[in-house]
């Protein structure tokens, strides 16, 4: 079985790779609207898989003493919100659809990535 460390230091080298050719996309298309708004969405959604991964290590703590923690879900969807109202009051820089689908690539890849593994490690 893997950790939670090991799910959350692939993700996060996936996932600043991918910024990385965010980044390149933005600076050498036309399309500086779209790339932008993916980054926009792709560092909330960095942020909000941040918090989750923290707050799963307190919700195991919690457990082991026979105490309850909420995951931070609240959290996470009011960041969600605040990229989207970060690329409604500013359509000349970032697409609102394209903000969106930036904020769902941290799960998207989390959901491979399980596929992957397990296929892998199938028996």
Known sequence: M??????????????????????????????????????????????????????????DKKMDQGKRISLGSGLRFASAVAAAAIAMSMPEYFNLISTVIGLMIPYALLLIDGIFFNAKHQS
């Open 2 to 59: 893997q950790t939670m460390r090991e799910i959350y230091t692939r993700q996060k080298r996936a996932l600043f790779f991918l910024l990385a050719l965010l980044i390149l996309g933005w600076a050498f298309t036309g399309a500086k609207e779209i790339f932008a708004g993916l980054l926009l969405g792709l560092v909330f959604g960095l942020y909000n898989f941040l918090i989750l991964v923290r707050r799963m290590k307190q919700f």
